[in-house]
């Protein structure tokens, strides 16, 4: 079994699932098996709530406020393990819970899942990664092919229901896509995150 929680830069990450609607082409599963203290991040299986549970359990979440459903996979992807457990670390352990996503898992499930994600989890960070869909297709080669406007419907969706919401992209991209990311951000009342690439 790979690691379900694992710490990166004083963050605690939980790694509940490998699967992906996604296939993009700076993914990091693609360039090294972990990240921060993790050993590997591939699970053999799917881990099962109750594995998750236990892994949560085994923690010690002393110095630590916040939990982050990351990768090596799309959360989303795992919806029932991820609303149930992000609803047990909230009422155990009183953390904040932060949703890292591809912002497809309204497509993906074919229903609008947000009030569902809103009830357990405070933040979420949708990664946008290009400013057009056609840009936006080539670079995270979705299962989906109108995958970026329900990406930005999931956006909107979530602006309105969780307690911070933001899009992202790496400092990578042409200052002009940037700037165009940027409006569109803008345009939607959302915050975009500028992450440094590493
Ligand atoms: S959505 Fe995330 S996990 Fe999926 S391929 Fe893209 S970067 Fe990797």
């Known amino acids: 079994m790979a690691d379900i929680l694992y710490t990166y830069k004083n963050q605690v990450y939980a790694n509940i699932t490998n699967r992906c609607d ?3 082409t700076f993914c990091v599963r693609s360039l090294k098996d972990a990240v921060g203290d993790s050993e590997t991040l591939w699970h053999k299986t799917e881990p099962t709530l109750e594995e998750i549970i236990k892994a949560i359990d085994a923690f010690d979440f002393t110095g630590y ?10 959360p989303t992807c795992a919806l029932d393990n991820l609303l149930a457990s992000a609803a047990y670390v909230k009422e155990k352990y009183q953390l904040s819970i932060r949703l890292n996503t591809n912002g497809l898992g309204n497509l993906y499930h074919n ?8 009830r357990v989890i405070d933040s979420v960070s949708i990664s946008l990664n290009a400013p057009t869909a056609e840009k936006y297709q080539a670079v995270t080669r979705p299962q989906f092919e109108n995958a970026y406007p329900a990406l930005l419907e999931f956006a909107s969706l979530a602006n309105a229901s969780f307690g911070h919401t933001q899009l992202s992209i790496v400092d990578v991209l042409p200052a002009d896509e940037i700037a165009a990311c940027q409006k569109i951000a803008d345009d939607r009342g959302i915050f975009l995150k500028i992450r440094k690439y590493s």
């Open 65 to 74: 406020n916040e939990l982050v459903f990351c990768g090596y996979g799309e």
């Open 111 to 118: 229903r609008n899942i947000v009030p569902e994600l809103a």
């Open 22 to 24: 996604c296939s993009c």
